[in-house]
Antibody, heavy 116, light 107 residues
Framework: EVQLVESGGGLVQPGGSLRLSCAAS????????MTWVRQAPGKGLEWVSY????????YYADSVKGRFTISRDNAKTSLDLQMNSLRADDTAVYYC?????????WGRGTLVTVSS | DIQMTQSPSTLSASVGDRVTITCRAS??????LAWYQQKPGKAPKLLIY???SLDSGVPSRFSGSGFGTEFTLTISSLQPDDFATYYC?????????FGQGTKVEIK
């Protein structure tokens, strides 16, 4: 069974940092591109970042470029999102999703709240 | 960036109704479109990819069509489990963007 389990969310002050992780199981992790998608409270979905199978290619939404870094460890079947210089408008549920174009499996998400 | 616009934003319907949701792209995206269903407090679920291909395990009452800039998601006979919010998403050129969502409510 495919499973994606996010962790690392929480309350952080504006300007702070947080590192999200996604533990993947039930599929050949290294064979799939991976993506982070977020959803602000009561709002729609926003694509955040993409990483290729090898980790050699990454893309970011303009809203997070230069502040967020996506990475993966294929040996540990894990996906990370390092988030720096956090702002109030980064407050959202962050989902880890399998796929690079469309997303066929999603984790349950982890809530990040940026507030003083 | 390519903008995705869904209509309507909210739709009231009854069990058994045929329901159609429209998604328009600000420029041509060929068939590079996916549809998702999301229920409150849950992660989105992929329904359709490449505009009209049904994901594995998705009931056949769901169908997608369209090409270029205009797309539709149709539920042929609405079931109680289908009351949810639906999102379209393009994957033509980065950044991928989603529509604002269409909430299907019980009439």
């Amino acid at each position: 069974e495919v499973q994606l389990v996010e962790s690392g969310g929480g309350l952080v002050q504006p300007g702070g940092s947080l590192r999200l992780s996604c533990a993947a199981s039930g599929f050949s992790f290294s064979s799939y591109e991976m993506t982070w998608v977020r959803q602000a409270p009561g709002k729609g979905l926003e694509w955040v970042s993409y990483i290729s199978r090898s980790g050699g290619t990454t893309y970011y939404a303009d809203s997070v470029k230069g502040r967020f870094t996506i990475s993966r460890d294929n040996a540990k079947t894990s996906l990370d999102l390092q988030m720096n210089s956090l702002r109030a408008d980064d407050t959202a549920v962050y989902y880890c999703a399998r796929g690079g174009w469309y997303f066929d499996f999603w984790g349950r998400g982890t809530l990040v709240t940026v507030s003083s | 960036d390519i903008q995705m616009t869904q209509s309507p934003s909210t739709l009231s319907a009854s069990v058994g109704d045929r329901v159609t949701i429209t998604c328009r792209a600000s420029q041509s995206i060929s068939s590079w479109l996916a549809w998702y269903q999301q229920k409150p407090g849950k992660a989105p679920k992929l329904l359709i990819y490449k505009a009209s291909s049904l994901d594995s395990g998705v009931p056949s009452r769901f169908s997608g069509s369209g090409f270029g800039t205009e797309f539709t998601l149709t539920i042929s006979s609405l079931q109680p489990d289908d009351f949810a919010t639906y999102y379209c998403q393009h994957y033509n050129t980065y950044p991928w963007t989603f529509g604002q969502g269409t909430k299907v409510e019980i009439k």
